[in-house]
């Protein structure tokens, strides 16, 4: 079965850096397409950055461009997230998404809090 766990989160200063992993099982992960989500307290969930499948190309959110990036380890079924000059705003649980035969599968998500 599907499974991806998130790990990496915690607590930094503004300005600071963290790098969250997801690593996943389950499924042929070179095949396909990974995503990172946040969600604040009390906001809906967002897209902050997606990967293609060989790591080719990748998409951002305008709020986070230039700060974070997405990449991915094929030969260790990992995706990963490098979040630079992180900003108060940017606390959140964030999590890694999998579309597959058009089904959503989550992680548990990670906590980020961006805090002096």
């Known amino acids: 079965q599907v499974q991806l766990v998130e790990s990496g989160g915690g607590l930094v200063q503004p300005g600071g850096s963290l790098r969250l992993s997801c690593a996943a099982s389950?499924?042929?992960?070179?095949?396909?397409?990974m995503t990172w989500y946040r969600q604040a307290p009390g906001k809906e969930r967002e897209l902050v950055a997606r990967v293609t499948p060989a790591g080719d190309s990748t998409n951002y959110a305008d709020s986070v461009k230039d700060r974070f990036t997405i990449s991915r380890d094929n030969a260790k079924n990992t995706v990963y997230l490098q979040m630079n000059s992180l900003k108060p705003e940017d606390t959140a649980v964030y999590y890694c998404?999998?579309?597959?035969?058009?089904?959503?599968?989550w992680g548990k998500g990670t906590l980020v809090t961006v805090s002096s």
């Open positions: 389950g499924f042929t992960f070179s095949m396909y397409a």
């Open positions: 998404k999998l579309r597959k035969w058009g089904v959503d599968f």
